[in-house]
């Protein structure tokens, strides 16, 4: 049975995607959650901010003296501490990461440091009991997969490392020459995801794959009216909110572009796009 938060969902801001100003912060809200919530379901809430704690993990491998994101589960100390020696509080896909990057080893062949530790941490989400948690990491996992493989097939640039699990569906956007890669009827969004990557607008296409991912969470929390599904739903929503906040058309462009430098650290562009 899940546990109810009445008072903490009634007291939620009534918020959408193109709001001007947030009641309270991400950061806020998980603050207030650790006194709220039952420590199992705080739990659940952490597993949200893991990326946070990917990203820091890849940059202190590398020593490339990034800047350590606040926000995460981890703190630096901790993270250093596990690099060093074990310590048992990192869960253990990031474990199987920093081994395989101390050892040099490839956890799969051809892929890029971050898709390696991406693809145990989505193997990671798939295994969690929790059926909300499961369902949304494999969503935004095939959102991301279908998107980067349609942008590549545009260019024309071999995606097969770049996408992310080892399932069907994976491995139909994979090898599929299929216009939908044959996945419309398992994948409803099909329609819009390819409508998006033929935006060039990077803003807008960020802006209607964030309304995909709002859609989402509307619909599979509309009858959970105070359950820690609704919770988890909020906060997915307040970081969207704060990043539409934050940006700006500059880094909009660079967001895009980020993108493809990835890709050109492993393929060479046709020179018919580099031109561009």
């Known amino acids: 049975m899940k546990r109810n938060y009445y008072y903490l969902v009634a007291g939620l801001q009534d918020i959408t995607l193109d709001i001007h100003k947030l009641s309270l912060s991400r950061s806020e809200f998980i603050d ?52 060093k020696e074990p310590s048992g509080i ?3 896909y990031m474990v199987r990461f920093i081994d395989a990057v101390k050892n040099d080893e490839e956890i799969i062949s051809g892929m890029s440091k971050e898709n390696q530790l991406t693809a145990l941490f989505y193997g990671f989400t798939q295994n969690l009991p929790d059926g909300f948690l499961k369902d949304w990491f494999r969503f935004n996992r095939d959102i991301n997969n279908i998107l980067t493989a349609l942008v590549c097939r545009k260019y024309d640039i071999p995606y097969d490392n770049q996408i992310i699990g080892a ?27 390819m409508n998006i990557a033929k935006n060039d607008d990077v803003q807008e296409k960020e802006k209607a794959i964030d309304q995909l991912r709002w859609n989402y969470l509307d619909d599979v929390t509309f009858f959970e009216y105070f359950t820690i599904d609704k919770v988890l739903a909020f906060l997915l929503k307040i970081e969207m ?22 890709l050109k650290s492993s393929y060479k562009l046709p020179e018919s796009f580099t031109e561009k």
């Open 32 to 83: 207030e959650l650790k006194n709220e919530l039952h420590p199992d379901d705080y739990a659940k809430a952490e597993i949200l901010v893991y990326r946070i704690d990917n990203d820091n993990l890849v940059n202190l491998l590398a020593k490339n003296d990034k800047e350590f994101l606040s926000g995460g589960v981890f703190s630096r100390e901790e993270m250093e501490e596990s690099i």
């Open 90 to 92: 990192l869960p253990g």
């Open 167 to 193: 399932d069907e569906t994976s491995e139909a956007i994979r090898k599929s020459p299929a216009r939908d890669f044959g996945l419309s009827a398992e994948i409803s969004i099909m329609d819009d995801l």
């Open 241 to 262: 909110v704060e990043r539409w906040l934050s940006i700006d058309k500059e880094h909009g462009n660079d967001l895009f572009m980020d993108l493809l430098q990835e």
